[in-house]
């Protein structure tokens, strides 16, 4: 029985990487479009979700193809400097282990600003969404 689990071919595992891609980008267009409320209270503003969905609803492609092709190439760069670290200096950031544990807190310290680098240019499309969905403009029509 537990031979029919573990043994998958390229056909299976290809089926679950598109379905983790279509739910990942499922899941990321959800994110997106309730990110105007998130963006809202980091100035202060109030603006519920159910606004932020109906806001967003006409530029839902374009904020999905932003946010893809700017994060895509930064996950790559982040997976090649994982890489790198594993096999140059035998530093497991997902297993945690290195030959010397101190190694891991300084490769983060040195890394950090890369490693961020994801969730950098999220944070920042997700302002430049907030300006261009007209969310700026709504909230100072309805004070």
Not at 5 to 14: K, S, V
Not at 60 to 76: E, R, S
Not at 96 to 118: E, K, N, Q, R, W
């Amino acid at each position: 029985m537990t031979g029919t689990i573990t043994d998958l071919g390229h056909g299976e595992y290809a089926l679950y990487i598109f379905a983790l891609l279509v739910v990942f980008t499922f899941l990321l267009v959800i994110a997106l479009r309730l990110s105007m409320a998130f963006s809202s209270l980091t100035i202060g503003k109030s603006l519920d979700f159910t606004t932020s969905w109906r806001i967003t609803r006409k530029n839902t492609f374009c904020m999905l193809a932003a946010t893809l092709g700017g994060g895509i190439p930064l996950l790559a760069v982040e997976a090649l400097l994982l890489w790198a670290a594993d096999h140059y200096f035998q530093i497991d950031l997902l297993a945690g282990t290195a030959p010397d544990p101190d190694m891991i807190y300084i490769f983060v310290l040195v890394s950090a600003p890369v490693l961020t680098l994801p969730m950098a240019i999220l944070c920042s499309l997700t302002s430049s969404f907030y300006r261009h969905c007209g969310c700026a403009d709504l909230m100072e029509s309805s004070e």
